[in-house]
DNA sequence: GAGCACTGC
């Protein structure tokens, strides 16, 4: 069935006006060459900075920082807050004395793109004035540095040591609307720092509609000290068209509007978002079917996800030839990490794939949702970054006002045990009773805390222990994870166990060609480093590979693995080497003792056990949940081993186990007695 | 026989 519009509504005429539009150049430049657009590039610095939208509210904004303690700021991308607030403050005198004004941002990207933008409107190297920090990146200089941008990790690290952030004279929190888990703990902490530090102020700066609900926040128990300020965005108009009737087959929905668009409409790129991979190829092929039955069509169909090789990438970023139209067949990758130039064009079936996580299975759900009002909004964004644009919406208007404000907050459907060992290390005690800006169902907190008991970082009293709980604290690692690197040492493989940890914090090692015939030898050649005690020691022997290689390059292309994501994973391995050398931790390596490796990897992940059931499936041991090896693991085409433990697992249409080892039953009595005593004896028959 | 997207002293 053909997807019917409604006419676009009449106030979103076209009123070209070109302004700066890149409030967030944001474009991984580790990709692709950086597309910041800038329509007024031919003006003066200064003039760019007073065309834009906040500068009218400059005033204003400083009045009502010097009259309240927190100021919401909801305002559009676009807006130029992140760029312009930080100056105002530094202009207006906020820096005085030794403090900085701070801004976090969640992606990294944001962060250097920010601070470089802002550092050449001040006319200053970067690193002086204007500085950023983001792991294994600290571009700032001591007592130079007045404005800092940095990840919210960081932030929150430096908590650790200066809890009252006493360094700062302002914190921005930047795309609050995004709530992830470190935003949320942010929140709840600066709410404690506020009343401690009258004189420090915090910006929460938001595009969304929720700052009702974080004013409330700030405001709770307090003196009416928080505010809010609305800004205007600056993106072209961007005419919304509706479904007549609800659209029941997204793909044919897409295929259909896309075409419709191309027919109808002037020249300008289509931006379609879609679910997941196998819907991009699905869609991709129908239209190149339809472009390959009519030859007079100019039509370039792309698509583009996470896992699609660079050079895959790089192409939907190239300009689009004259008299082409370009078709972009993306998942939510193009909704706020990457910006793709020349979008005219949105069309948005609604829906999107979101993990959540069920405290009584203990597994992360993949599910599919319906987007959130904010997250439709921001696809429609996308249509106007260029100039006017329309966005295609494959569902009814009634579908779109009862859609949710925003996407549940990370908080409350994700696995917590990294959140709450860092609020105890920060002295939260009684973590059940923390100002949770959203606060996460009680059953999460009660496992988080659970599993930090059995690692042995928590005490019956729920008292970090030391050193043990402290340490692990201090680790940039997943609990488990901690606790496996810092007992590498007494089992002689700590070299090995900080490779493999490396290697399951990075994106997927391996590139999975898009035609046939390349994704076949991709898989043979892969074979070459599988072995039988599972994926963790299949990835070590790949490691290990590649460590020794000359030209890690070309080793990469040759074997069909990704080259950026090792190179990340080789500086993970160097930060775990020398933290463990901090924490006087023997860095040794066993490289012929492979069970030293799989009883360290048994000493923190025997939660995650799981044994072959008569049934055929596999079992948790507590929990008895039925599970399955994934497709992708090298033990899916072997033999079943009796006994496995896994890093994840993913809930699909049936449980599947990722990234597993292979161990020994008896391994878990003795590794970790206290979790196992009174159960493996039902497991292990 | 399966894969939304990010991210950390």
Redesign the pocket.
Known sequence: MMAKFLKPREDDDDDIVPTWQSDKPDV?TDNVTSFIFNSNVSLGLEQQKQRLPIFKNKNHILYLLENYQTLILVGETGSGKSTQIPQYLFEAGWCSGSRLIGITE????S?TSLATRVSDELRTQLGHIVGY????D?CTTEDVTKIKY?????L???M??DPLLRKYAVIMLDEVHER?I?TDILMGLLKKILKKRSQLKLIISSATVDAEEICHFFNMSTTNNATILSVKGQLYPVSINYAIDPVPNYVQGVVDTTIKIHESMPVGDILAFV????QIEHIVRLLKEYVNQRTDLKLLVLPM????PNNEQIKVFRPTPRGMRKIVIA???AE???TIPGIVYVVDPGF????WFNPNTLTNS?VVVPISKASAIQRAGRAGRVRSGHVYRLYTEDNFKQLNNSTPP?MQRTELS?AV??LKALGIHNILRFAFPSPPPAQNLRVALELLFALGALDEEGNLTKPLGE?MA?????PIHAKVLLGSGEFGCSDEIASILSLL???DIFI?PSSGALALKA?VLKRNFEVEQGDLLSLLNIFAFYEQQDNKKEFCHKYFFNYKVLKRATELKA?MIS?LR?YNVPVVSSPRNTNAVLKCLTSGFFSNAAYLHHSGAYHTVRGNEELHI???SVL?TLQQPQWVIFNEI?????S?MKDLCVIEHDWLLELAPHYYQTVINFGGR
């Open positions: 991984n969640p992606r990294r990207i962060v920090t983001i792991r294994f600290d940095m990840t919210e990790g960081i929150m690290r430096e650790m040591t992830t470190f679910i997941g991979l196998d996800h996470g896992s699609l998942t939510n990758i706020t990490s990457i999107v794939k979101a993990q993949l990370e990294s060992l860092q340490t201090e680790l940039p690692l997943h914090q990075v994106q999975k898989r930060q933290l901090k994934h497709p992708s899916y993913v809930h699909t249409n049936r599947y």
